[in-house]
């Protein structure tokens, strides 16, 4: 306005002073509503601010924690990555995103993110730590892939076994292993022990198509062709 006091440029000024008031009003309202646990509220309130203020990375990280408690973890991947992009040396989004990976199963782009917090302070405590898990965790899961392609069914089961081990805390870890367990004892013609454990796959998720073909593999084995 000092350099250039025309009306046009009052009128515009005015507009924009206007616009930036109502923003912080809704900001100051989206995180009453996080503070009160009102995580819808708060996304819609943050979808508004982020429509105009596209590049706030502490909004999307704001927006990214709502979606994590409301059960929307490939919304909070999106809004952490476009975080890790539009703040420097964002270790924290990246190791969010590294986390939200692992909890769905996705141990190998889980990885690579952790990696990239790294790549930022390699003595970052909690980055490190999961750098750790989830390379061992990694490692074993390729290695016993790499014995079912070879044949080898029962050093491939005893190896998904420590996969449970390494893993407890995260159901669908233990629910692959055992899926993988189940093809292995029913490549290893241990039909009885293929049914019991595909049925227990089953039972977490009905429609596993791999469990299915390999109960039906251990059923034929046992004549029960009805089943």
């Known amino acids: 306005l000092k350099s250039n006091p025309s009306n046009h440029e009052e009128k515009e000024a005015q507009t924009q002073l206007t616009k930036s008031d109502e923003l912080q009003r809704l900001h100051s309202q989206a995180l009453s509503a996080y503070q009160q646990e009102d995580y819808k509220a708060a ?8 429509a105009v203020c596209v590049w706030d990375a502490e909004l999307r990280e704001l927006r990214a924690e709502c979606y994590i408690k409301e059960g929307e973890p490939s919304k909070a991947i999106s809004d952490l990555k476009a975080a890790a992009k539009l703040k420097n040396d964002n270790t924290e989004a990246f190791y969010k995103i590294s986390r939200i990976y692992y909890q769905l199963g996705d141990h190998e782009l889980s990885l690579s993110e ?3 917090c790294l790549k930022l302070d390699q003595d970052h405590k909690q980055c490190f730590s999961l750098y750790k898990q989830v390379k061992k965790l990694n490692k074993q899961i390729e290695s016993a892939e790499e014995l079912i392609r070879e044949g080898r069914y029962e050093d491939a089961i005893s190896k998904y076994d420590s996969v449970m081990k390494t893993e407890p805390e995260v159901p669908v870890y233990s629910t692959r292993a055992k899926e993988r367990i189940c093809h292995c004892l029913s490549k290893n013609q241990q039909a009885t022990e293929a049914i019991k454990l595909c049925t227990e796959v089953l039972q977490l998720e009905p429609t ?3 469990a299915l073909k390999d109960r039906a593999e251990a059923y034929l084995l046992e004549d029960m062709y009805e089943e």
């Open 43 to 50: 996304i819609s309130l943050l979808d508004e601010i982020l």
């Open 114 to 116: 952790v990696r990239e």
């Open 208 to 210: 596993n198509v791999n």
